[in-house]
């Protein structure tokens, strides 16, 4: 297979951001609750997610991308109905999905998928991957004997495995395959949604390259829109049309894919993407500056969130207004929102870098 991690170009991110959202999150809140102790009042819940908001437009590829706790899993399972939903809607071709009544789990699950990052142990052990991918059809369609097995070797050949693997148990198998066979079984319902949940996080570098290849081939051939969950802005950068950055339960800044990359506007998307090794040695240089900006402090306790911007304490560029009051969506010189002070009571960094910023006010 050719590996192709060229960036989704912007031709085709503006020929389909024509069309029309078909799938939407509006201001989701999600509470976890604290565990409680023997004497004295309950702690306060966890609020896991902040009110994120964001569209998915027709076979386009939303990523979502966060260090780990940022919240940005939590949000994918939420959309699947496994954490209970505090405040928020979920819409989904017109319809709110928020809660799916039991008697309509079947049709939701058809339209709405997901490939989680341990195929090992989202995989049936005991189960062939003839049964693995065959069984959701069945139960959809009610497809069985030969014509089952024809869909089963199609979807295998749609995810580059060779007919061989019918028979094969999920140990028999590298951890890559697995993850094919997991693609392989989302799409034999043929969803509208896949959530891709930290789906390469758990291969090497060459392995991810090749899946990635395989979800953007899949997109082309058959029109499905992902939600691609990871915590590498460099790969969500690759396979996304359009970014999210969540840091603590908030999305901080959303936008064009390539637009957030080259000129990132919160402090934290700008601390993420120093973080991607460079192989030419003064862009590491810089890189190495930028991080080194930032201050060495552990984020706050998601239990017990701070009034303002929770990132404030390991911001360089951070205001007082910046520990009082949590800022609201503002629109950024890329075309997308972000939730930072400095362009609503400070001075913008407007794409500069905040280094350079630090630097032109010493």
């Not at 951070?318 to 890329?334: F, N, S, Y």
Request: charged residues 20%; contains cysteine; negative net charge.
């Amino acid at each position: 297979m050719t590996v192709d991690l060229s960036p989704v170009t912007e031709a085709q991110s503006s020929s389909q951001g024509q069309q029309t959202s078909f799938f939407e999150v509006r201001d989701l809140h999600v509470r976890f609750a604290s565990r409680g102790k023997l004497i004295g009042a309950a702690p306060p819940p966890v609020k896991a997610v902040n009110g994120v908001s964001f569209a998915i437009e027709p076979e386009r590829t939303f990523g979502l991308v966060g260090e780990s706790g940022s919240g940005k899993s939590t949000v994918a399972r939420a959309i699947l109905q496994l954490v209970d939903i505090h405040a928020g809607s979920i819409i989904l071709e017109g319809e709110d999905v928020t809660t799916v009544p039991r008697s309509d789990e079947l049709a939701f699950r058809k339209r709405v998928q997901a490939v989680l990052q341990d195929p090992f142990s989202s995989l049936n052990q005991v189960h062939q991957t003839r049964r693995i991918i065959g069984d959701p059809i069945t139960r959809h369609y009610g497809t069985s004997g030969e014509d089952l097995d024809t869909a089963v070797m199609q979807l295998l050949d749609d995810v580059g495995l060779a007919r061989e693997f019918l028979d094969r148990y999920p140990y028999e198998m590298s951890g890559g395959q697995r993850q094919r066979v997991s693609i392989a079984r989302a799409l034999a319902v043929e969803p509208r949604l896949i959530i891709a949940d930290e789906a390469t996080s758990a291969l090497d570098v060459s392995i991810q390259s090749q899946v990635i290849n395989v979800l953007k081939r899949i997109q082309d051939e058959s029109g499905v829109s992902f939600l691609f969950i990871a915590h590498d802005l460099e790969v969500v950068r690759h396979v996304s049309h359009d970014v999210g950055v969540m840091y603590l339960g908030y999305l901080v800044e959303k936008g064009d894919s390539e637009g957030i990359y080259a000129g990132p506007t919160h402090p934290y998307t700008e601390m993420l993407i120093a973080s991607i090794p460079m192989p030419d040695p003064v862009e590491q240089r810089k890189r190495r500056e930028l991080r080194q900006a930032f201050i060495n402090a552990e984020p706050p306790s998601p239990s017990n969130m701070p009034s303002g911007c929770p990132f404030a304490n390991r911001c360089p560029v951070a205001m007082d207004i910046c520990t009082q009051v949590m800022p609201e969506p503002a629109p950024a010189h890329h075309g997308g929102e972000v939730r930072c002070h400095l362009h609503t009571s400070g001075p913008e960094l407007a794409g500069e870098s905040v280094v350079s910023f630090i630097k032109s006010k010493a």
